[in-house]
């Protein structure tokens, strides 16, 4: 099949000044605004594209969205168009890259916080059949995706429903109606990350070892493939070192401004990246880690740009986590709403299992599509 590089196919566009973090609140606009980590849905009033575009997240993790509507974005995102959609169909190349999404991955290069870079997607080649073809491929694609995304609405729709418990229970974390006392956080429960895994440390196979990627989408009830692991033996010694998540723990990416914040349920080994990840240690004759969690995303919503820090990419550091002011309603009272969470909970992972089954369609349309076997 016919290749041709990105570039060949896409411009990009002027990139933006906007800087995440920048006082945005979330449902308060008419337009979305997508940033490397993020999509804040209707979350600013004046747009910056107004035709089908790809977008790029240039930093952290790596992303790729497609945006058909009027949109802004922030200035860790790369925004192409393509040259001519009588050649190119934006959607199916987002299809194309966001099943190849390891083509990407490879980009992100540098210490510390890797970024990808323009030269880097210019030089991706493209599979370019006919453009009746690329129709048919994107709409086969786009189906499944539906039958996907109906299932992940409704997993939202329980999260809602979560959040409207809460806020009815305990109000606004910020505004405080209710007048609950507060502690800083770092009184209440201990704060910080992992031991640090050295690259050579990793192996091809044994203990899921997860970075903040891995950390967040499981908090958003996506199912993941690990990528990296440790020896059960390298486990083992750092459970006896430093302890390991427990049930009820906190764990969330340094870059969290959508509050994805997963809770370990169960009892299944893992460890997770240094510094990237960072872990709340929770004491349940102290505080309820469902009520926590929610507070904390509540939290985030509203007031990330204060707690953050950074000037492109605002990061959660222990120590701001710790001086965060916790509001401490009657632990039974938090109870009570962790039972109530504890139901939609149930609800919810029924939904995952349909969503599981979505998503391996899905993946199995998208090979074959991509091999020509779709058409």
């Keep these: 099949m016919l290749k041709k590089h990105f570039s060949e196919l896409f411009d990009f566009q002027k990139k933006s000044k906007i800087k995440a973090g920048d006082g945005l609140k979330i449902n308060e606009g008419k337009y979305p605004f997508y940033t490397s980590s993020n999509i804040l849905t209707k979350s600013i009033n004046e747009y910056q594209f107004d035709k089908p575009s790809l977008i790029f ?29 009588k050649i190119i169909l934006p959607r199916y190349v987002y299809h194309y890259l966001e099943g190849n999404i390891y083509i990407l991955e ?83 429960c201990d704060i910080g990350s992992s031991r640090r895994v050295f690259v050579d440390e990793l192996v091809e196979e044994g203990v899921p070892f997860y970075r903040g990627k891995e950390v967040g989408e499981l908090s958003t009830n996506k199912s993941i493939k690990s990528e990296l692991f440790i020896s059960n033996e390298h486990y083992e010694n750092l459970k006896k070192e430093t302890g390991v998540p427990k049930i009820g723990d906190l764990l969330m990416p340094s870059i969290c401004p959508d509050g994805r914040i997963l809770r370990v349920h169960n009892n299944n080994p893992f460890y997770f990246k240094d510094g990237r990840v960072l872990w709340i240690k929770i004491d349940s004759l102290k505080i309820n880690s469902f009520y926590l969690k929610t507070f904390l995303k509540e939290l985030f919503y509203t007031n990330y740009s204060k707690i953050a820090s950074g000037t492109t990419f605002a990061e959660l550091k222990i120590v701001a986590l710790k001086k965060i002011k916790f509001l401490e309603p009657p632990l039974s009272l938090q109870n009570e709403y962790a039972e109530k969470i504890t139901l939609i909970e149930k609800q919810k992972e029924l939904a995952k299992q349909e969503l599981q089954e979505s998503q391996d369609l899905f993946n199995c349309l998208l090979q074959k599509a991509f091999k020509g076997e779709l058409v």
């Design 106 to 188: 490879e980009g992100f290069k540098g210490a510390g916080l890797k970024h990808i870079s323009k030269g880097y997607i210019s030089n991706i080649q493209i599979p370019l059949p006919p453009l009746k073809t690329q129709k048919r491929i994107a709409q086969i694609l786009d189906d499944a995706a539906a039958l996907r995304n109906k299932t992940e609405q409704l997993l939202k729709e329980y999260d809602a429903l979560a959040q409207s418990i809460f806020l009815d229970m305990f109000g606004d974390p910020v505004k405080n109606q209710k007048g609950w006392k507060s502690k800083k956080l770092g009184d209440i």
């Design 57 to 85: 997240g240039t930093g952290g993790l790596a992303s790729v969205h497609l945006c058909i509507e009027k949109f802004a974005v922030s200035t860790d995102c790369l925004v192409a168009q393509a040259k001519d959609e």
